[in-house]
């Protein structure tokens, strides 16, 4: 099932197009807020994709009430949220793509105003604020305390990317969960260009790691860094089995 609405959307020198992409599957409880925090924003030239993995609860309508303000919107099965994400990049026409999914939004109304006049490079991102549930007050967090050789130096919330270098590097879905990092790293490696701005962009809905996700997750880890570099790679593996069996994080 498919809309597809408003087309003329271009970009231009002065006022660059953005899409903005949310990808939920059965997410009724946190879409709206997420809708709302897009198609509210003070800048204008917005492109907004919603991409559905085929929900049975009441996302659809959530979508529907809202799809006079939406480009484009798709529900249809998927191979997970990765496949999902490649299918709105495909899709996008924006010079620079931000992910903002269910659960998740923007810090206020102007955050895009705010953040377009800094989008000269590949990868423009600032800080979020993370949330473990909808009612806690969150807590911010500045990611230039980050380490771009163990971690993602940002959160997806936070990222407004390049378009051409998305399609030219889209997310390798033979990793289940570190996808996003795999993608960074041969943008980085492919001479990429990067910037933190000192702006709290995202509100971020963390719904965590069970253990058996987290140990699939220090393994992907690995794999994809010791294409890069190996001994680095491994030392920082080992690390990160000892701290997960003794700790269990």
């Not at 197009?17 to 949310?22: G, H, P």
């Not at 998927?78 to 620079?96: L, R, T, V």
């Not at 102007?110 to 949330?131: A, I, S, W």
């Amino acid at each position: 099932m498919t809309s597809k609405l408003n087309t003329n959307k271009v970009n231009n020198i002065s006022y660059s197009l953005v899409s903005i992409i949310t990808v939920v599957f059965n997410g009724e409880k946190y879409l709206e807020e997420t809708i709302l925090s897009v198609i509210n924003q003070s800048y204008g030239n917005i492109e907004y994709i919603i991409v559905d993995g085929g929900s049975t609860d009441g996302t659809l309508n959530f979508i529907k009430k809202y799809e006079d303000k939406i480009d484009y919107w798709i529900s249809e099965p998927d191979n997970g949220i990765y496949d999902a994400m490649n299918k709105a990049i495909s899709i996008a026409n924006g010079e620079y793509i931000n992910f903002m999914n269910a659960g998740d939004s923007f810090v206020d109304l102007t955050t895009l105003e705010k953040v377009v006049p800094f989008l000269k490079e590949d990868f423009v991102y600032g800080n979020h604020k993370v949330f473990l549930n909808n009612v806690d007050d969150g807590v911010s967090v500045n990611v230039e305390s980050y380490s771009g050789k163990r971690n993602i130096p940002f959160c997806h919330q936070s990222l407004f990317a390049r378009n051409s270098c998305l399609l030219r590097y889209p997310f390798d879905l033979n990793y289940k969960i570190a996808a996003d990092y795999k993608q960074y790293l041969d943008c980085f490696h492919s001479g990429a260009s990067m910037k933190h701005i000192p702006i709290e962009i995202a509100n971020f809905l963390d719904g965590g790691l069970s253990m058996s996700s987290r140990k699939a997750l220090i393994k992907e880890y690995y794999t994809i860094t010791k294409k890069y570099d190996f001994f680095s790679a491994t030392m920082v593996y080992i690390i990160r089995l000892i701290k997960f069996k003794l700790l269990g994080k």
